[in-house]
């Protein structure tokens, strides 16, 4: 048996964004399911776990893994199919009720990120601990997700999924930065994050070092996947 890891992805990626990652993954023997969630403007946050949801099929041993915004969405595949785990990378954490629109200012993102006393471009900010490279492609590849729908609309939990919840904090994050996290992560979950030396893009910064990570979540919390 093996585990099936289900990438979550975050705001303006795709399935892409979590190649390297797949590789390594696949390369363990586990099953992937990666996607590009939709980019249609009328798309839910209910459509985008409906699309995982589908996509996911009849699987078994999930490991969901949200990226950034994805953690807005994981959460709800939660509620459609059984998961073993739910790790969030560097993920946006809503309360029920909250829009994304609305997360950064609930959270005090602004004020944390001046902390930083600097703010740059996009490859400043998500891509520099990324080789040049897959940076360049990274950009060329942007798509226009969430939804404007997705992004107004409340979360729609009441509360968070009866599911084992890890998070990987990035020490080196330049969006979401680590200290302020850290406090975020305590908050709205309860629990210590793990950490790890990357900026905001580790599935593609650190992709052999990220799916090493995943597999211990997967051995810890799904054990029966290894049997």
């Given at each position: 048996m093996a585990a099936t890891f289900v990438p979550v992805h975050a705001a303006g990626d795709g399935a892409w964004g979590w190649h390297l990652v797949e590789a390594e993954l696949r390369a363990r023997g586990h099953d992937v399911v990666a996607i590009d969630l939709p980019i249609d403007e009328s798309a839910s946050l209910w459509d985008y776990a409906e699309a995982i949801v589908r996509a996911v099929g009849d699987r078994t041993n999930?490991?969901?893994?949200?990226?950034?915004?994805?953690?807005?969405?994981?959460?709800?595949?939660?509620?459609?199919?059984p998961v073993d785990a739910l790790v969030l990378v560097t993920a946006m954490i809503p309360t029920p009720g909250e829009a994304p629109a609305d997360w950064w200012a609930n959270t005090g993102l602004a004020a944390a990120r001046r902390t930083l006393g600097a703010d740059g471009d996009d490859i400043w900010t998500y891509y520099h601990d990324v080789p040049p490279d897959l940076a360049a492609e990274a950009l060329k590849r942007n798509r226009a997700h969430p939804s404007e729908r997705a992004y107004r609309e409340p979360w729609p939990l009441e509360v968070w999924p009866d599911v084992a919840t890890r998070f990987l904090l990035c020490r080196h994050d330049r969006?979401?930065?680590?200290?302020?996290?850290?406090?975020?992560?305590?908050?709205?979950?309860?629990?210590?994050?793990?950490?790890?030396?990357s900026g905001h893009c580790p599935n593609l910064s650190r992709p052999?070092?990220?799916?090493?990570?995943?597999?211990?979540?997967?051995?810890d919390l799904a054990p029966q996947a290894f049997r």
């Open positions: 999930l490991v969901l893994v949200a990226h950034s915004f994805g953690g807005f969405t994981a959460p709800l595949v939660c509620t459609r199919r969006f979401f930065p680590a200290e302020w996290m850290r406090a975020l992560v305590r908050e709205r979950l309860g629990i210590t994050p793990d950490e790890i030396d052999a070092e990220l799916a090493l990570r995943l597999e211990g979540y997967a051995r």
